[in-house]
């Protein structure tokens, strides 16, 4: 193991994770110690963020009655601390609110302990992110936009009222919702953008902004104190958010050289971050999400900061949001790709959490001066962060087509009616799930095989989601892809090897040290697809697995798979077929029953051979 590490994540980062955790140590062992690690701040500005709230007014006028009405609900559930989490789920914090309770155990963290005697895991507590999920303060969007809508000032009371009380329960560097510094600068992003809105409409007065001030001050702290961790031992998403606390930070503080820097750091972390053809290092989706998100509020901050990204980041964010849109199905959504912890840290159109078309319009908007979608919803988070009115960006649509983006390990390919997207990657940067050589299949609307997606991070359910098993491709002798120890560490990294694809096939390798080696063949035919399977190595049988939403329907060498009663796929193959049940996670913390086609087949001379033709239906 202590080679494969230091292998695959380098001894600059081993060094640096030791690093931390002597300082873990040495602040449990003298507590004093923390003023060590502390910076002075003072907060001399708040007014970041500029909105046309007259435009986003009428934007939300015209909204659906059913639009308006489930936005005005969110809100109002809300003012009585039952909060919209994960863009998914209900979390009743009570009235007011326990900003270190967990809905989801009914534990409660004790809010005297400092940060740092907080575990990461801790099973009674649970998922320490159902504990954030309220101190990230996302909810106030929704209080800003039914403000919008009624004009009731109970909205604004509840927005100042919560951010008081906040304050009050959160003393700096104590309780859960000061271990981690992405926390600290999402909850300042969220309540500056919100404190801006209301205060267009002359709401806000004095204690406000005080308690807006501490706000800033406090997380900017944070951030200084602990940014060691994000920049050099988890080098994510955190680190992007992190860096953006930075930039508030200092402007606010009126620091130019702080500010400077902060800029010069984000770029580089950018173009460390994502890949030249639009991928991101996490492999996910949905922290590709969070990334051009925590982008376009940079970008949107350039009228104030006075300072800009590159071109370079410019260019690779727009790549990002391009590769996106060509994973899109017509609905908007995306396959449930890599690790998925439910953020989406700006909810601000009335799109469902799984419509990637909002970002990806809006990026486009910003870095391009174009739309590449026609009107719709989405256009409303154009006017939280761009700087013209949506009909104002001129629209220039983009053909969705086969596409093999080879740094980031995906590729796709297009039929009538949907596309195919297969994974293999060459990591150069931590993996996180199991899933070299999954096929997601989207045909008429319908992910007909679908990732498990993620759960929880904190679960049993969630850890095994990020297993082989759960996702569709070949498991050998019950043999992992790679190895992995507690939620986040994998190691042994597999290898890809002899990758093509052409207009109508893709063919790849992916060598696994664990003894085996699976090569996978897609063809694109008339009526659907044809995968063939090899795989190379020891062991008794192949377990090959397919996950479906659909219902489905065992005959002899095939399976039916049904959509509204209606067959939208027929899979056949000479393989043992057995129909199970299993679980996928559209939305973090929320599982849902789905089939699991399992096909098992017997090794001959360390070889095992299968094939699977899926045939589509026309609608």
């Not at 059913?66 to 994960?86: H, Q, R, T, Y």
């Not at 007011?96 to 005297?112: A, F, G, Q």
């Not at 000032?153 to 981690?180: M, V």
């Not at 992007?240 to 972390?269: M, P």
């Amino acid at each position: 193991m202590i080679k494969s590490l230091i292998r695959e994540y380098g001894l600059p980062w081993i060094f640096n994770r030791s690093l931390y955790s002597a300082k873990l140590k040495l602040l449990r062992a003298i507590p004093s110690s923390e003023s060590l690690f502390e910076t002075k701040v003072k907060i001399k500005r708040i007014n970041i963020f500029e909105l046309n709230h007259e435009l986003l007014e009428d934007f939300l006028s015209k909204l659906s009655l059913e639009n308006k009405e489930e936005i005005i609900s969110i809100a109002d559930d809300a003012l009585e601390g039952k909060i919209l989490g994960f863009s998914s789920i209900q979390l009743d914090y009570g009235y007011p609110i326990r900003w270190h309770y967990s809905p989801i155990t009914k534990k409660e963290v004790d809010k005297d302990l400092k940060w740092y005697q907080i575990s990461d895991f801790d099973s009674e507590r649970g998922d320490i992110k159902a504990i954030w999920e309220a101190s990230r303060l996302t909810h106030f969007f929704y209080f800003v936009r039914a403000y919008m809508l009624t004009k009731n000032e109970k909205y604004y009371n509840a927005f100042s009222d919560q951010l008081k009380n906040w304050l009050q329960e959160n003393k700096y560097s104590y309780g859960p919702n000061y271990k981690c510094g992405q926390e600290a600068s999402l909850r300042m992003i969220n309540a500056l953008i919100t404190y801006s809105a209301f205060k267009l409409y002359g709401l806000t007065d004095s204690s406000d902004e005080e308690n807006l001030v501490q706000l800033i001050g406090d997380s900017y702290k944070k951030i200084l104190s602990n940014f060691f961790y994000a920049h050099k031992c988890i080098r994510n998403n955190h680190t992007l958010s992190e860096i953006t606390g930075l930039i508030i930070g200092a402007w606010a503080s009126k620091d130019n050289k702080g500010l400077k820097n902060a800029y010069i750091l984000l770029d580089k972390e950018i173009q460390k971050q994502f890949l030249p053809d639009g991928g991101y290092l996490q492999y996910s989706f949905n922290y590709q999400r969070f990334a051009l998100q925590i982008a376009e509020f940079v970008m949107k901050i350039s009228e104030k900061t006075k300072h800009q990204i590159s071109d370079q980041s410019k260019k690779l964010i727009k790549n990002s949001a391009q590769l996106l849109y060509q994973l899109q199905d017509q609905s908007g959504d995306v396959p449930n790709y890599g690790s998925n912890d439910g953020a989406l840290i700006f909810p601000v159109t009335a799109c469902g959490y799984r419509d990637f078309r909002p970002i990806v319009n809006t990026i486009f908007a910003i870095v391009d001066g174009k739309r590449i979608f026609n009107s719709g919803s989405y256009d409303e988070e154009i006017i939280w962060f761009g700087t013209k009115e949506p009909r104002d960006y001129p629209v220039s649509l983009i053909e969705k087509k086969t596409e093999m983006f080879e740094a980031s390990g995906l590729y796709s390919l297009r039929h009538s009616g949907g596309f195919l997207m297969t994974i293999l990657q060459g990591f150069e940067s931590r993996p996180a799930q199991m899933d070299q050589l999954h096929i997601d299949l989207w045909h008429n609307g319908v992910n007909v095989f679908c990732d498990s997606g993620s759960y929880s991070y904190a679960s049993g359910i969630g850890k095994e989601m990020s297993l082989t098993s759960a996702h569709n491709t070949v498991k050998v002798d019950g043999k992992e892809q790679m190895k992995k120890r507690e939620p986040f560490l994998v190691y042994d990294w597999s290898r890809r090897n002899n990758v093509t694809l052409g207009s109508d096939c893709f063919k790849g390798t992916m060598i696994s040290k664990n003894g085996y080696e699976h090569t996978r063949s897609i063809k694109k035919t008339k009526q659907g697809y044809s995968i063939i399977d090899e795989v190379i190595g020891g062991g008794e049988y192949c377990d090959f697995y397919f996950h479906t939403p659909c219902k489905v329907k065992n005959t002899e060498k095939s399976i039916l798979l049904y959509n509204d009663d209606q067959v939208i796929a027929n899979v056949k193959t000479d393989g043992e077929i057995e129909v199970k049940k299993a679980f996928r996670s559209l939305y973090y913390l929320k599982k849902e029953e789905v089939n699991l086609v399992f096909i098992r087949v017997k090794m001959k001379e360390k070889k095992c051979n299968n094939k699977i033709e899926i045939i589509l239906t026309e609608r």
